[in-house]
């Protein structure tokens, strides 16, 4: 078989960047990407030989390990009874009602094909509900790659904001207010501005796009307070961290309940699939019972239906709390190792989901995030690939463990973490 090296330089002759989403890559820690035949469980193998023990897990899905057979069992089955058929099947029911089940504040969900779809529609549904434009999101907060998200912060605090890309014009991202996470009062503060124009918050209630952040106490609660003062939405966006901070998601574990939830990632087992899902007086707005257009010609798919049911049931039976031990163990095992070797690091850590960061400064928002040392992160990740460890290939970004990974798994980790000196 032709080695990584040999796919990457064909690759870029008829995929840009080579790759189909650019992080894969591997630019931004300086090496090339490997090219993968085959995942099980929490291993990964590249098309040269190497095995890898797995920490992105497909960024997120893959909370069973790869491979899990229930879900492969099920995928089979559906594929065998047709790829796709254009019209309602059963399964989008029964997997619409697991989604109901496990998070207690959608009534009603909307089935797509990616986050990104999710969270765009669930914007224009917030914007439709409430005859209002604007939309806060907070920095460092990732919500897809629609135009309106697709945001960074202009001058001053909070409330300006330009296009982050070419490709998205100022007239699209004027309505996208920015504020720093875990800020409440800078949110207030766009809020005694614009309040009566801001359709909605839209939020990861525990963010996992700067790195793993945490939300400080009361500022989810806040979020909704204000929200509910002024007629605004609140959107969670759960793509990463539903059925994986809890198997009810965020709003589980914190008790805090958005309007309308944003899913992907696991409600596919892997398959593409993303949802949008709230109180049905909110839900019921949406073509073809309401006036809100959106459609997905591949949308409610029978395999990815059925990955999905396989997954939340599966899911149900696992014993997150055990998981999430095991995980904070091994991330603080890896974060002592890296102290030894003479480096200041802070960790954040819930459930299945820690990052290490390269700095000695808490990290709460976006701009602590950045403290991080990029250059000692590339390194580090370098360090780890070579001896069989996948990290994500950016320092900003979360390490995820899974219900296969196995302690044998986790000392192998360590070891290789131990001899990196930088
Ligand atoms: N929201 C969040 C919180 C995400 O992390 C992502 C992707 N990482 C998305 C939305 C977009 O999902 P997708 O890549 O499936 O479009």
């Not at 960024?59 to 229930?70: I, N, T």
């Not at 069992?73 to 594929?79: G, L, P, S």
């Not at 709390?321 to 890896?334: I, P």
Request: glycine letters at 10%; one cysteine or more; charged letters at 20%.
């Amino acid at each position: 078989m032709a080695s990584s090296s040999d796919l990457f330089k064909h690759a870029q002759e008829v995929l840009p960047g080579g790759v189909n989403s650019p992080v894969r890559a591997c630019k931004s820690v300086g090496c090339d990407p490997l090219f993968i035949e085959k995942a099980d469980g929490s291993r990964m193998w590249s098309v040269d030989g190497q095995e890898l023990i797995d920490y992105v897990m497909s960024w997120g899905p893959m909370m069973l390990g790869h491979g899990y057979q229930p879900i492969k069992d099920a995928a089979h089955k559906a594929v065998d009874m047709g790829a796709s058929y254009g019209a309602p099947c059963p399964d989008e029911i029964t997997l619409a009602e697991e989604i109901i089940k496990m998070i207690p504040s959608i009534e009603m969900v909307r089935m797509v094909n990616s986050g990104t779809e999710a969270t765009m529609s669930a914007l224009r549904l917030a914007r439709g509900i409430t005859g209002r434009d604007k939309v806060l999101k907070f920095e460092g907060c990732y919500h897809g790659h629609s135009d309106c998200f697709l945001a960074s912060a202009g001058s001053g605090l909070a409330t300006f904001s330009i296009p982050g890309t070419p490709g998205v014009p100022e007239g699209t991202v004027k309505d996208t207010l920015l504020a720093p996470y875990n800020d409440l009062a800078a949110v207030r503060a766009v809020f005694e501005k614009e309040g009566k124009n801001i359709a909605a918050i839209i939020v990861e209630p525990v963010a996992g796009n700067m790195g793993l952040v945490l939300p400080a106490e009361g500022f989810l609660q806040g979020l909704r307070d204000i929200c509910d003062e002024y007629g605004a939405l609140l959107i969670f966006d759960e793509v990463i961290t539903g059925f994986r901070v809890s198997a009810g998601g965020v709003q589980k574990r914190f008790g805090v309940e958005a309007d309308l939830t944003t899913l992907g990632k696991i409600i596919g087992g892997g398959f593409p699939v993303g949802a949008y899902g709230g109180k049905s007086k909110f839900m019921n707005r949406i073509s073809p019972c309401g006036d809100v257009y959106q459609a997905g010609t591949l949308s409610g798919n029978p395999v990815a239906m059925a990955a999905g049911i396989a997954t939340l049931r599966a899911l149900q039976k696992q014993d997150y709390e055990a998981l999430e031990a095991r995980t904070l163990k091994l991330a603080q095992d890896l974060k002592a190792a890296l102290e030894v070797n003479g480096f200041k690091m802070t960790l954040n850590h819930i459930a299945s989901i820690f990052t290490l960061f390269f700095t000695d400064k808490p990290v709460t928002d976006f701009a602590s995030a950045k403290t991080g040392d990029a250059d000692i992160y590339s390194a580090f990740y370098r360090h780890m690939r070579a001896k069989g460890i996948n990290l994500a290939p950016s320092a900003f970004e979360c390490t995820f463990t899974s219900f296969a990974h196995s302690e044998a798994d986790y000392e192998a980790t360590l070891e290789a973490v131990k001899s990196f000196k930088g």
